[in-house]
């Protein structure tokens, strides 16, 4: 199963290869923006946008409040799981 994880864009990394860094629930990580954005475009639009990360790679954007009942209902699944703290490192692997 493939699951996209909703990250907020808080810096470009590296314009030249379309790397920004992202947060995903705290952590930090360079997400490749190579799938949301066309050659020439200005990557620093993209900071403060929400998106949809899975394997490093940005692939498509999505609403701050869509990103947050997703967080959530992840956080929901983890306790359910009584995996508690499990979650983060589970998507950031």
């Known amino acids: 199963m493939c699951l ?3 990250a907020r864009i808080v810096a470009i990394a ?3 290869r379309m790397l920004a860094v992202a947060d995903i ?3 930090r990580r360079e997400v490749d923006l190579s ?3 066309e050659p020439g475009d200005p990557l620093s639009d993209h900071v403060g946008q ?3 990360v ?3 790679f940005a692939l498509s954007r999505v609403e701050e ?3 947050w009942v997703t967080l959530d209902l992840l956080r929901q699944i983890d ?3 009584a995996g508690r703290g499990h979650l983060k490192a589970s998507l950031l692997t």
């Open 79 to 81: 306790e359910a799981e």
């Open 14 to 16: 590296d314009a030249g």
């Open 4 to 6: 996209g994880v909703p």
């Open 25 to 27: 629930l705290g952590e």
């Open 54 to 56: 899975h394997l490093g």
């Open 35 to 37: 799938c949301i954005t």
């Open 65 to 67: 409040a869509d990103a």
């Open 50 to 52: 929400w998106v949809l």
